[in-house]
């Protein structure tokens, strides 16, 4: 493990010699900003976290306190697409048990909030972490830690589905992969960079909640759980799906996400919008063919309109 970790440092190390001499030309100015940036990123966090009237104070607790299940979750750990390497994936499901480790059990106390950068802390070689598949500007690329966006994309959905409210998020800059057995709506996940894209939770009702997750053979699991009984339900839904074209070959992808909520009768009592998604799309979009022309003298209504270009 050790010697690997040489191996992987003396790689990582090259390519920051040539990123480093990239910002020198560019001016001395985006220089220091290289160097300097990943210590005012953590130098901001750490701030935050100390910041008054903020509680980021959470604790573990049994299971057994708290017996009212009211969302949960799953995802495969392995997806067969092509350009994926498996031995990222495999390193990937590494990195999320290390991380799982420091979030299972967690309660959050009513007023108090939950960082995920917090408890989990920096990813590094030393403290067990290996390099997993990680984005670099919609390019895959190797990183430690890599593959950990699984576990905040994870916690970010079954979040919306409880009354707890996501103070921070990040969404997904690219789209990378083409839609392949997607259950969720695209952009419904949350993005996660040491240290500064953070995904944070706060509970502002009047009952603790407490995070359960695991990390099976093929999946990772997770849910939230409460003290007390939770009557209400949520339905996540996708809203204003579209492609447009961004410039000469390049397109981007758009939607929102929206929430209904509703009471124990089944009675709607909000629909709100909860996020707004753009990205970039790494992928040839799929695109219609638009529809034949109408035959002369028939009318329009007697034929489909253009499509708006949206893919379910």
């Known amino acids: 493990m050790r010697a690997g970790a040489r191996t992987q440092r003396r790689g990582r190390g090259t390519d920051g010699v040539a990123r480093r001499r990239f910002a020198y030309r560019r001016s001395p100015a985006a220089f220091a900003r290289f160097l300097l940036g990943p210590a005012v990123r953590r130098a901001r966090r750490e701030l935050q976290w100390r910041a008054p009237g903020l509680d980021f104070r959470v604790r573990p607790a049994p299971a057994e306190r708290f017996p009212h299940a009211v969302a949960r979750h799953a995802t495969p750990l392995i997806r067969t697409l092509p350009g994926l390497d498996l031995r990222l994936q495999r390193n990937k499901v590494v990195n999320l048990r290390l991380a799982v480790s420091r979030l299972d059990g967690l309660v959050i106390e009513p007023g108090r909030r939950l960082s995920f950068w917090r408890q989990v802390g920096k990813p590094t070689y030393r403290r067990g972490f290996l390099d997993g598949m990680v984005l670099d500007h919609g390019r895959v690329a190797a990183g430690v830690g890599g593959g950990l966006c699984q576990l905040t994309n994870l916690a970010y959905w079954m979040t919306l589905h409880t009354p707890l409210t996501v103070t921070e998020r990040w969404r997904h800059s690219y789209d990378v992969f083409p839609d392949a057995d ?118 329009d209504e007697d034929h489909p309109g253009a499509h708006d270009g949206s893919r379910r």
Do not use: K
């Open 182 to 299: 997607r259950t969720q709506p695209f952009g419904s996940g949350a993005t996660c960079a040491w240290p500064a894209l953070d995904l944070q939770i706060e509970n502002r009702t009047q009952f603790p909640w407490r995070l359960g997750l695991c990390v099976t053979a093929t999946h990772l699991e997770g849910g939230w759980t409460c003290a007390e009984p939770f009557l209400g339900r949520y339905e996540v839904y996708e809203g204003e799906h579209r492609f447009s074209q961004g410039g000469p070959g390049t397109y981007l992808r758009h939607n929102v996400l929206c929430r209904r909520e509703f009471d124990a009768c089944g009675t709607l009592v909000t629909d709100v919008m909860v996020a707004e998604n753009h990205a970039l799309l790494m992928y040839q979009p799929f695109l219609p063919a638009p529809p034949d022309p109408a035959p002369t003298g028939a009318p």
